[in-house]
């Protein structure tokens, strides 16, 4: 009896590590795939001030009900840098963010990398921000029962540039990105 139970045990931990490892191999393809997919979607470049954002999806046409993926290439002049979450409240400062609106959308995510803390001696607080370049990446899922035809995605971008000693007021930068709805036979969108 008790070789039968240890036998029993035996395929189960097996069985157990045969389903981590199979799902830990997956995570890992999805991972390297949102790294490596290409952004062939019209992009739309933004600038305001000292900061740059390319953004652009994985095609610039696709049928209703789809996802897309969307990249956010940003760049922040040297000496200067834009803030990240989480910031305290009541401080007033902006945290760099891209939203899209939402007529087209049935849904949108877009992970910013994590920041960089930045300390600030005189305020004797410490932030966290983004300088140089970088890179989002995230997803929009657009709306059911969508019309074939010609439209924009609008959205917007923004952002607090600071460097050492000052900040400029928030800004908030409107953009549109073109999309082309086609039927759902002729589109092959990529996420």
């Excluded at 899209?100 to 992970?111: G, R, S």
């Excluded at 994590?114 to 305020?123: H, N, Q, V, Y």
Aim: glycine letters at 6%; one cysteine or more; charged letters at 15%.
């Amino acid at each position: 009896m008790d070789r039968a139970n240890n036998v029993n045990v035996s395929a189960i931990r097996a069985v157990v590590f045969f389903t981590i490892a199979v799902a830990t191999v997956a995570l890992g393809l999805r991972s390297v795939d949102a790294a490596t997919t290409t952004f062939q979607g019209t992009p739309v470049v933004v600038q305001a001030g000292d900061v740059r954002a390319r953004i652009a999806l994985t095609a610039n046409h696709s049928s209703s009900g789809h996802q897309l993926g969307v990249s956010v290439n940003f760049e922040v002049a040297a000496g200067w840098h834009i803030y990240g979450e989480p910031l305290p409240d009541g401080e007033g400062l902006t945290p760099t963010s891209v939203k899209f609106d939402n007529d087209l959308l049935a849904q949108q995510t877009l992970n910013l990398p994590k920041p960089t803390p930045l300390r600030f001696e005189a305020l004797n607080q410490t932030y966290p921000v983004y300088t140089g370049s970088f890179k989002a990446i995230g997803t929009i899922v657009l709306r059911q029962k969508i019309k074939p035809g010609d439209y924009s995605i609008p959205g917007t971008f923004s952002f607090q540039q600071c460097n050492d000693t000052m900040c400029k007021m928030p800004q908030t930068v409107h953009f549109e990105i073109p999309i082309k709805i086609e039927l759902p036979s002729l589109a092959t969108p990529s996420t």
